[in-house]
């Protein structure tokens, strides 16, 4: 191994039952770098990543080499809840893992620091379940810190992921790399990618298809599939200005920036804040632009400034769903508080807030699935039970929820169009017969043809799942469908084009309410209303492009504060300049 | 859901079962074709017996009223007196539970060490040759039952070799101070249950050390021991805690079988003699004791599982 290395891959072949899942992989790890791979899910990003920790799936051939200086090597799994003991006290592999290394009671506080779980030695005895989804990232940090490896591996950390916490996780693992540990990223996050990496590698189909200095890449992408997966991230203005100045800086007030949305979402964002929080009627537009969706043309949804009701909402149909007086407690902990909230016909609402604000609450109050409240939930001025174990058949029908984890919704032994089709029998009393087809017909819309909707979930795609839960909820002819962070965890190029079905589908479902539940900024921009959930607290935001404006400031500003860390400073440099918000 | 909120409602739970089994027991008896008397008069009925009979268990007064004072007596701790010898029903009981309270608690001493040892190791070679030894063993001595086996061992152990003794016959109430006697008795009562316990460790262990967070502990070189006994095993116990609630719940209300088998005067016997000699106030409060023991040992059992998965009830 070359001696500013702590890890290389030379020519890595993995193949399991004649399949290749990676192929002629190489890469370097340089100490204290960030080394990204990037592509699309099953590119081969977890196998190379794996690989590195000298694991390979059941049954794989290998062939080529790894080598890795000596010393553990740590691992942060995409989901960090699978690697938590779900019965034991997440202090307990903590303490294990000191024991085995020889360290003591402050290299595991140091380790918890460094994980940015200052309070850590509170959590120890808590469960993972009690834990939230970031913390239990953290403790999983802490633990592969704790061996003082010289490389970390993350798998997708911040997939998932609302900007905010986006943007903290880039922040830890910059300073995981500023303290000499390479870290090697597994993410179809470019947003994170281009936040941290020194070197990227884009994969696709378990080969490298393009590789370089990340600023290299972006500025002058050599690979088609390079171009294309960048172009995905956001959708460049139609005049392609973008393109001609390179992205990475919007220049000026034009705010192109592709790709600029997510951890940082910085471009268009000064230019609605110029406007001064007035509502935008034209800057709005700029800056809705600017953060890579076209406006207007969002197929029929509205999107942008046209279409807006005045906050009160008289606008678009009659109430089809009206909260009132509600508080939502988990235990004895009130989590969520909406004094009133109206959903209207036809109308697509976004609910936007931060992992643990009580968003998804929200949305389970409305199905029924958390009766643990004491308002009123009114279906056409008629109050809804709060269980849906007591709600008949229609209402069930009525309100439909489509959940993120589209691979555990479904019954992994059945063909995925009897699950969607059971949906008409079940709730509408069609016959089989009759539902099969519409099942069929629906999935079709929504692209899934062939002998697609014939397979079990399992020989379908994460994005291709997600659409046959929409499909399922339509059968149910809803009156409102919830749809709970239903883009995240797919990589861009399937985001998007879920976005566009679900733009689309007013035009086919008239009169059909959308509720939005998501942090990701592109999915909310669909929506004509937004509400945003803060600890517990509902407020109704200004419409469309003013939220972005507002949401970028509000960012800036947390930027700015934390900058007294040296190598966040250095990381977060690239972006710097382009904050302008006051 | 709060875990004090899940023991209260356990608890509740407990007490209506309670209740319903006093009840049954209750509704059993009065199911009885004709009556009581008439049921135990037996195969001569002579009108003269069935009369005092009827007036010994007061069978003219309303059910409810019967219902109310036997109620009442159980909370009291007194569960009526015997039809065939005039002596408390408590005395029958008390009599009967050393032995049976002696032979289950040996029993689950070596039960427990025994089946979650043989579980463990066979799971930790899974498809290994010890792992096929073990399944394959166990499943042969779970087919044979109890009975069949006792009497195996009696012929060969007992008879054969004159080892030790076949029954406990001549001992009375103290066999602590006779151990030869307790150990054909303790290994037929030992043998099935210690099959099924392994297998079952043996299937949660299999799943638990090929789930992630195993893999993670190993990734960091926690020892291989303490991933076993500390990280696997938690896991894989709590439907192994569920089987060994039913096996101490079954060793409890007295195996009829292997007491009548090995003749020692415990519970099992005692049900014997009262169902024979049709002694209703006997036969009614072992039920009602079986029945509180099966509702207890359950309790317990949940309340360690629900330790063992703290995620269980956490959904809507």
Redesign the interface.
């Known amino acids: 191994m070359s001696e500013d290395s702590v890890a290389e891959i030379r020519d890595l072949r993995v193949e399991v039952g004649g399949r290749a899942l990676v192929d002629g992989v190489s890469l370097r790890v340089p100490p204290g770098k960030v080394v990204a791979l990037v592509g699309a899910s099953g590119s081969g990003k977890t196998t190379t990543g794996l690989a590195l920790l000298g694991e390979y799936p059941a049954g794989a051939r290998v062939s080529g080499e790894v080598r890795r200086a000596p010393g553990a090597v740590g691992y942060v799994p995409q989901h960090p809840g699978a690697v938590l003991h779900p019965a034991l006290r997440v202090g307990v592999l903590l303490r294990d893992i000191a024991r085995a290394h020889g360290r003591d009671r402050d290299d595991l506080r140091q380790a918890l620091a460094d994980a940015r779980l200052p309070e850590g030695e509170a959590l120890l005895r808590r469960y993972p379940h009690q834990l939230s989804g970031g913390q239990q990232q953290r403790i999983v940090l802490a633990q592969a810190l704790l061996p003082r490896p010289r490389v970390v591996v993350a798998d997708e950390p911040t997939t998932g992921q609302d900007p905010e916490t986006k943007r903290q996780i880039a922040e830890r693992f910059a300073a995981v790399a500023a303290r000499g540990i390479a870290v090697v990223l597994l993410s179809h996050d470019l947003d994170v990618v281009r936040a941290l990496a020194d070197e990227v590698l884009v994969m696709r189909a378990g080969r490298v298809v393009e590789s370089g200095p990340a600023e290299r890449l972006w500025r002058a992408p050599r690979h088609e599939w390079t171009r294309r997966l960048l172009d995905a991230e956001g959708v460049p203005p139609a005049d392609g200005v973008g393109r001609g100045v390179g992205g990475v800086l919007p220049v000026g007030g034009g705010g192109v920036g592709r790709g600029v949305g997510g951890v940082l979402p910085v471009g268009g964002g000064g230019v609605g804040c110029g406007v001064g929080g007035v509502l935008p009627v034209d800057g709005g537009g700029v800056g809705c632009g600017a953060e890579g969706v076209p406006p207007v043309e969002g197929g029929g949804m509205g999107c942008g400034v046209d279409g807006i009701p005045p906050a009160d909402g008289d606008g678009i149909g009659r109430p089809v769903l009206e909260v009132r007086d509600l508080t939502a407690v988990h235990g004895r902990t009130p989590v969520l508080r909406v004094p009133r909230l109206v959903l209207r016909a036809g109308e697509c609402l976004a609910v936007v807030g931060r992992s643990g604000s009580g968003k998804t609450t929200l949305g389970r109050c409305l199905a029924g699935l958390h009766r643990h409240h004491d308002g009123t939930v009114l279906l056409d001025g008629v109050p809804l039970p709060r269980s849906l174990r007591h709600r008949d058949r229609e209402r069930l029908a009525a309100v439909q929820y489509v959940f993120q984890d589209a691979r555990a919704a479904f019954d992994e032994h059945r063909p995925v169009l009897d699950q969607v089709a059971r949906t008409a029998v079940r709730l509408r009393g069609a016959d089989a017969h009759a539902a099969r087809a519409e099942a069929l017909d629906t999935l079709a819309r929504l692209g899934l043809t062939g002998d697609l909707p014939h397979r079990r979930p399992g020989a379908l795609s994460g994005g291709e799942l997600q659409r046959a839960a929409l499909a399922r909820a339509l059968l149910a002819r809803p009156r409102v469908l919830v749809c709970d962070e239903i883009t995240s965890g797919l990589d861009t190029v399937t985001r998007r084009a879920l976005l566009d079905l679900l733009a689309g589908l007013p035009a086919d479902r008239p009169g059909l309410s959308l509720v939005l539940i998501t942090h990701d900024p592109q999915t909310a921009r669909l929506a004509q209303r937004t509400v945003v959930v803060e600890a517990g607290h509902v407020t109704e935001r200004a419409p469309g492009p003013l939220t972005v404006c507002c949401e970028v400031g509000h960012k800036g500003s947390r930027v700015k504060s934390l900058e007294g860390s040296e190598a966040v400073v250095r990381r977060l440099g690239r972006h710097r300049r382009t904050r302008r918000c006051p | 859901?709060?875990p004090g909120s899940f023991v209260a409602r356990r608890l509740l739970l407990g007490a209506a079962q309670t209740a319903a089994v006093v009840l049954l027991v209750f509704a059993l008896t009065e199911a009885l074709p004709g009556d009581a008397a008439v049921a135990l008069a037996g195969d001569q009925p002579d009108p003269a017996r069935i009369a005092a009979l009827r007036e010994a268990l007061e069978l003219d007064r309303p059910a409810h009223e019967r219902l109310a004072d036997w109620a009442a007596g159980l909370l009291h701790g007194d569960l009526g007196t015997s039809l065939t010898s005039g002596r408390p029903v408590t005395r029958y009981l008390a009599d009967g539970f050393g032995p049976t309270l002696l032979l289950a608690g040996l029993t689950l001493a070596l039960l427990v060490p025994l089946g979650f040892g043989l579980g463990v190791l066979a799971a930790r070679r899974a498809g290994g040759a010890l792992d096929r030894l073990i399944s394959s063993v166990s499943l042969a001595v779970y087919a044979v039952p109890e009975f069949a086996l006792g009497v195996l061992l009696v012929t060969v152990f007992a008879l054969r070799l004159a080892w030790l003794p076949p029954t406990a016959v001549g001992y009375g109430t103290d066999l602590l101070g006779h151990p030869a006697a307790l150990v054909l008795p303790v290994l037929v009562l030992l043998a099935r249950p210690v099959c099924s316990l392994s297998r079952l460790v043996r299937a949660g262990m299999v799943d638990a050390l090929a789930a992630?967070?195993t893999?993670?502990?190993r990734?960091?070189?926690?020892?291989e021991r303490?991933i076993l006994w500390?990280?696997a095993l938690?896991?894989a116990a709590?439907p192994a805690v569920q089987q060994l609630a039913r096996t101490a719940d079954w060793l409890l209300c007295g195996v009829v079988v292997v007491e009548a088998l090995f003749v020692i005067p415990g519970l099992g016997t005692v049900l014997l003699n009262a169902v024979a000699e049709r002694d209703v106030p006997v036969v009614q409060g072992l039920a009602v004791v079986f029945g509180v023991v099966t509702v207890v040992l359950n309790l317990g059992a949940d309340l360690v599982a629900h330790r063992?998965?703290?995620?269980a009830g956490?959904a809507?």
């Open positions: 859901m709060s992630p967070y893999a993670h502990a990734r960091y070189g926690v020892p303490r500390w990280h938690p896991g709590a063992l998965t703290p995620r956490a809507a």
